[in-house]
């Protein structure tokens, strides 16, 4: 089953289920008015959404057609947004921007930072900078949309509890990042609002694709069209969903309607850009300067600035599962 929130004036949206080809939707407004509504009552109104959807497929609903432009955030104010250290190739790789030194936290226990949630971006939204050069950069991930979670959660109860999946772009202004880290209490200025993709899919609607609380589907990034990344999500991921959710409930309950991110999508290689039709690339900037600092004594990717375009989806069979993100960067 497909979900998404159509802009319709008001701060949640409206809620409409999207057909397989993601050419359709049709409301679920009898059902559930918006997406935080389902959730609270998952339950109940989770069969009933999935029997319209069968419906909308079936060509027994017309429906009408969906324009991903029209969609906000699934849900464009959260309760919680988490995000985690799912993949450890990542930490390494970005460890003196992030201001991680300990490295055996970071492979024996994810870490985590809690985001800001009163805002989300739709996935057509502009990136908006106040500043050029404040090193923008952008984090592909993978994110899950949870029920309740009580504190001190099993593994199993943790796996059970994840009820949509869908991408996002954890933006990040990295000239920020030390000055949060180390003159704040984490993660703020450095985080303006975080992108998601249009659509979120159950886990069961992912078929083979979702498999051990990981989703085993390339993410393709572009920057300005042209290839910058395609890792894949399942490949390298240290920490499952599972596992984030565990730790995000180690010391508190969560509430449904959490989103907890998988950290930026990374993949163990030795490339650098430009890559390859058939490369792995990477799916934020500050890794692939990295990169390029290790092979050629300097970085040679430049961060974002005003202008510039960012597209990310997960892809299967040539298609964009959950939408794309596509978002220009802007001077506010």
């Known amino acids: 089953?497909?979900?998404?929130?159509?802009?319709?004036?008001?701060?949640?949206?409206?809620?409409?289920?999207?057909?397989?080809?993601?050419?359709?939707?049709?409301?679920?407004?009898?059902?559930?008015?918006?997406?935080?509504?389902?959730?609270?009552?998952?339950?109940?109104?989770?069969?009933?959404?999935?029997?319209?959807?069968?419906?909308?497929?079936?060509?027994?609903?017309?429906?009408?057609?969906?324009?991903?432009?029209?969609?906000?955030?699934?849900?464009?104010?959260?309760?919680?947004?988490?995000?985690?250290?799912?993949?450890?190739?990542?930490?390494?790789?970005?460890?003196?921007?992030?201001?991680?030194?300990?490295?055996?936290?970071?492979?024996?226990?994810?870490?985590?930072?809690?985001?800001?949630?009163?805002?989300?971006?739709?996935?057509?939204?502009?990136?908006?900078?106040?500043?050029?050069?404040?090193?923008?950069?952008?984090?592909?991930?993978?994110?899950?949309?949870?029920?309740?979670?009580?504190?001190?959660?099993?593994?199993?109860?943790?796996?059970?509890?994840?009820?949509?999946?869908?991408?996002?772009?954890d933006v990040s202004l990295r000239r920020l990042v030390v000055d949060d880290l180390q003159n704040g209490f984490g993660f703020f200025h450095a985080k303006p609002s975080t992108s998601f993709a249009p659509i979120v899919v159950t886990p069961e609607g992912l078929g083979t694709s979702w498999r051990d609380n990981r989703l085993h589907l390339p993410v393709r990034v572009e920057v300005n069209g042209t290839l910058f990344g395609q890792p894949n999500a399942g490949t390298d991921m240290h920490f499952d969903f599972a596992d984030l959710i565990v730790e995000a409930a180690r010391t508190r309950s969560l509430a449904s309607g959490t989103i907890l991110g998988g950290g930026t999508v990374s993949n163990r290689h030795d490339e650098s850009l430009p890559i390859k039709k058939d490369g792995i690339g990477f799916a934020c900037i500050a890794e692939a300067r990295t990169v390029e600092k290790l092979k050629y004594g300097r970085a040679r990717t430049p961060f974002l600035k005003p202008s510039d375009t960012v597209r990310i989806g997960a892809m299967a069979d040539g298609k964009s599962v959950f939408g794309d993100i596509f978002q220009k960067v802007v001077l506010a």
């Open 1 to 169: 089953m497909k979900l998404a929130t159509l802009n319709n004036g008001r701060p949640d949206g409206h809620l409409v289920i999207v057909s397989s080809d993601l050419t359709r939707c049709v409301s679920a407004g009898r059902i559930a008015p918006t997406l935080q509504a389902a959730l609270d009552d998952w339950s109940v109104h989770a069969p009933a959404l999935t029997a319209l959807a069968a419906q909308l497929d079936a060509g027994a609903i017309a429906g009408q057609p969906f324009d991903p432009a029209a969609a906000l955030a699934p849900l464009p104010r959260a309760y919680q947004w988490i995000d985690g250290s799912g993949y450890l190739s990542h930490l390494e790789r970005v460890r003196s921007l992030k201001g991680s030194k300990d490295a055996e936290l970071q492979s024996g226990r994810p870490l985590l930072y809690q985001g800001g949630s009163d805002s989300l971006s739709a996935p057509t939204a502009p990136i908006r900078i106040t500043d050029p050069d404040l090193a923008l950069d952008f984090e592909a991930e993978v994110a899950v949309i949870i029920g309740a979670v009580p504190m001190g959660a099993t593994k199993a109860q943790a796996s059970a509890a994840i009820r949509l999946v869908t991408v996002c772009n």
